[in-house]
């Protein structure tokens, strides 16, 4: 065999096994954030502790599950409105939020905003006097 021939196997080889190291992190990568993302639906902690604020929050008829995520994320009552969604589809409440206005508190876990939002603490929101 030429000292050409040689190198380029080399070469070849050296490229390949590149690959599939970059192929085996890659995936090793994509799974601890897939099992970190799965973790944090069944265990996201409230986004503070002790007494926290509290945020009003109004639910509409017309609102999807992507929407009430949207407005409790924008208000600071979660952090991730798509581990929102998926925590409302895999919980007893989902398709069970009732429209209305909710005082919602960022001391608050999602199950605990999806129990009072499914219509269990509903109030009207208070007028400017």
Do not use: C
């Amino acid at each position: 065999m030429s000292a050409s021939k040689i190198v380029m196997r080399l070469v070849s080889i050296s490229f390949s096994a590149l690959v599939f190291i970059l192929t085996v992190y890659g995936l090793y990568q994509l799974g601890l954030h897939a099992y970190d993302y799965g973790y944090r639906i069944f265990t996201e902690p409230a986004v503070t502790t002790g007494e926290g604020s509290d945020k009003l929050v109004q639910v509409k008829k017309s609102m999807s599950d992507t929407d009430i995520g949207q407005i409790l994320e924008e208000k600071g009552l979660i952090r991730d409105k798509w581990l929102f969604v998926f925590q409302l589809k895999l919980s007893q409440y989902s398709g069970k939020l009732v429209p209305g206005y909710y005082t919602l508190n960022t001391s608050m876990t999602a199950q605990e905003m999806m129990q009072v939002m499914s219509g269990e603490e509903a109030e009207e929101p208070e007028e400017d006097k």
